[in-house]
Every structure is written in C-alpha cells, then in structure tokens.
C-alpha cells in the first residue's frame, strides 16, 4: 500500500522503494520495509529498514560526493515519509548495476568454482568462499526487471549494451568509490567485500551516482575475523536452508529471524556512522 501525498503523484514501485514526481519533475524516493532475496520480494517486512537504509545511503553521498556527484536534492520530505525518503532531481539511468568486488562471495565464488572467472576475469587458483582478491574488480551486471533475474555480464557485453566510453567511465567510477568506501568502513572494523552501483545522466548531461549507496542491501559488510555479516546475506542463508524452492511464492521470515536481520543493519548503520539508530 503505497501513501498518499499532497503535491506528490505516484509512479511506481519497485522491489523496495515507491517513486513519486512532482510538478517541478522532482523525484521522492520513499524506502519501504520491505525486503527482497533472490529476485523475490519476501512477505515479512523488516520494521524500520527503510529509514535505515535512506540514512546510511545519505551518510554514504555526503562522503563519496567528491568521487562523484549525485542525485540529492533534499532530505526535506513529507511528513508521512520522514526519514524513510530523499527528493532527488531525475537521471536517465544506465541500464547495468555497476558492482565492484575485493573479496569472493556470492555469485562471484559460484563462478570461481565452475571456470576460476568472475564475469569472465581470470582470477588466480586456490582461492576459496571469502578470499581477498588481489585487487578489486568490475563485474557489471544487467537490470532485471521486477520478477525477473539479474544475470552477471563480462565487460564485453557491458561496452556492447552502454558503449565503450561510457563502460570504461562507470568502471572507473565504480572502482574509485568502492576504494574510498572499503577504506573507510576499515578504519570502522568493516570489510566492505563488495558492492552495488547504479549511475546515470541528470538533465545537464552529468554523470551522477542515483538509487542508494553502500547499504546492508547493496553491499557485504563481514566482521574483519569471522566474516560474520552485518548485511541481507543473513536472509538469503536462511531461506536457502529453508527448503524453498526459489520458484514458488518465498515463506515469511520468522519473528527471530527479522529481528537478527534488524540488529545486523543497526550494527552496520553504527559501526559506520558513529550514530546510534
């Protein structure tokens, strides 16, 4: 059920985030709780989640914002929506997800495993689930639409669906970010192991970083030792052990299960921040 705001017309929903327009061609971005796992939004919403996850992506632009510009207009927003949402000037987006990896997990290792490649990148021999890579990589994917999968690209396709010029600068971004950020969230006691990206062109023809930044959504954040996981890998674990299928309608999350996965954003948020949530 999306709200009902004066000045605001909805446009559509996504997976977890409701955009509305103005009559200036502005944008609210309002972040549900919602939670999806493998393409699937999950029935069981994580209380709060949104407004965390619109709090550490704003953390993450203010500091990033010399790495590139984005897409923030304001965080002065309606009332209904406080916290959970951010105005933001329209961009035409690129139509792949910019990921840069430092450590092998997720789809990366399942590639690893079959062909030693993450999206066609030869990486050495011997490494396993967890490895330090021996310098990040660009691993774009495409932009599924609801319901549909995300596929890992090389940058070969990446070039073919973008063009090259714009391939090699989203590449280049997208390193450069994920190396400010990796670093930084260290000196917190964070390895940040990968990341998500979503770029595009605002209206004077500029390249701006869009949707969110650097969120227990977006991005693996493990504990420096144990590789414990302050993100949605946590979710995605339980419902593989489950015995979903991963074609049929997901189970709801049990009552513990959405309250680990609070206190595994709320630890991120912290550790990050500074900030109590």
Known sequence: MTAVLTGWKHLRSGKVRDLYINESDELLIVASDRISAFDYILPTPIPNKGKLLTQLSLFWFDLLKEVVPNHIVSADVPAEVAGRAVIVKPLIMFPVECVARGYL??????????????????????????????????????????????????????????????AEILKKLTLALYSKAHDYAATKGIILADTKFEFGIDPSGMICLGDEALTPDSSRFWEPDTHFSYDKQFVRDWLLNSGWDRNSNPPPLPDDIVAKTQERYASAFELITGRKF
């Not at 066609?120 to 549909?148: M, R, V, Y």
């Open 105 to 166: 997990a997720g789809s990366g290792w399942v590639e690893y495993q079959k062909s030693q490649t993450v999206c066609g990148i030869k990486l050495p021999a011997g490494l396993t689930d967890g490895s330090k890579l021996p310098q990040p990589i660009f691993t774009p994917a495409t932009k599924a639409e609801d319901g549909e999968h995300d596929e890992n690209i090389t940058y070969e396709k990446c070039e073919e669906i973008i063009g090259k010029q714009a």
